[in-house]
Nanobody, 115 residues
C-alpha cells in the first residue's frame, strides 16, 4: 500500500551535519504521521522525531535542539536535518509512516559519526 525509501545516510565527523530524506509512494493520502526511528547495535529501536498532518512535532530528548524534522507535502517527502552530530547518534535510521490501521517502515539508512 505504502512504500518508504530513505536516503542520505553517510559517515560524518563529530560536530558535523547530515540531512536524511524519506520519499513515500503508493496510497499515501491517508497518512497521519511520518517520522524517523533509529536503532544502534545492541539497542532497541527508538523514536527520533515525528511530524503529524497538523504539523505537531515530537522529538526524543537526546536530539532536541539539534535535529529538525520537516516535510514537503507535495512530494510526500519528510526530512531530518541533523546538526551537532556525536558518536551516540550512530545508528540505522528508519523512516516511518502511519495511517489509521497500518504502520509502514523504510529499509533503513546507516549514519555513522566518527572522527
Amino acid at each position: 500500500q505504502v512504500q518508504l525509501v530513505e536516503s542520505g545516510g553517510d559517515l560524518v565527523q563529530p560536530g558535523g551535519s547530515l540531512r536524511l530524506s524519506c520519499a513515500a509512494s503508493g496510497s499515501t493520502y491517508a497518512l497521519n504521521v511520518m517520522g524517523w526511528f533509529r536503532q544502534a547495535p545492541g539497542k532497541e529501536r527508538e523514536l527520533v522525531a515525528t511530524l503529524t498532518r497538523t504539523l505537531v512535532t515530537n522529538y526524543a530528548h537526546s536530539v532536541k535542539g539539534r535535529f529538525i524534522i520537516s516535510r514537503d507535502n507535495a512530494k510526500n517527502t519528510v526530512y531530518l536535518q541533523m546538526n551537532s552530530l556525536n558518536p551516540d547518534d550512530t545508528a540505522v535510521y528508519y523512516c516511518y509512516a502511519r495511517e489509521s490501521l497500518s504502520d509502514y517502515w523504510g529499509q533503513g539508512t546507516q549514519v555513522t559519526v566518527s572522527s
